[in-house]
């Protein structure tokens, strides 16, 4: 893992020769070492259709590409910082969200729509999620942002994970979400406003929830 937790708002990074990182822009604090920070205009690993996919949706995410020899610290606006290591599966993660993460995961996009039908078209327009989420797949760690910390919780076959959309942040493994509505249900027992949306989540994998219905 490439990440070492600094403290809650703070993680850094060794960069090797020969392997590329990507952060969020503006998100280096400080660095160690020769290493070199560039624009990147294609996206990640995703390439160039990928990045199309996000900028229709209005969700590019200007990112950097690190490379060299050191270590960097990476920190943004305050928020605390979860790190998540991927062994083969995906991650699906608002694209905002992303700090920085490993080169050699494969960066895509997924239309919500396909997760959920309609419903998951729902569920960007309630919870100001876009259609489109950002998709890390592969073996390395991922470094992503929250408000109030996170904690993750596994799901597993018979076992539904029930979760205010706000308060969601991602999720990884082979996971079905779908959004439905419980009359009273924000009102009694969720914490947003609004109307009572909730998001279940079935299969087996892990979601990634935060202590506060803010978005970045």
Known sequence: MPFREINSKM???????????????????AYRGEVSFTPNIQGGQGG?????GRRMANEATPLMTVEGSGTV?????GHHIQVISLTGDTLYVEADRLLAFDGSLQQGTMFMGSQGGVMGMVRGQVTGQGLFTTTLKGHGAVAVMAHGGVIELPISPGRDVHVDPQAYVAHHGDVRNKLSTALGWRDMVGRGSGEAFQLELSGSG??????SEEKL
């Open 48 to 52: 160039v259709m990928s990045m199309i």
């Open 11 to 29: 993680v850094e990074a060794t960069v090797i020769p020969g392997q590329k990182m990507f952060s969020q822009r503006g998100a280096m604090l």
């Open 73 to 77: 610290m990476f920190g943004h606006g």
């Open 206 to 211: 892990a979601v990634y929830v935060q202590a």
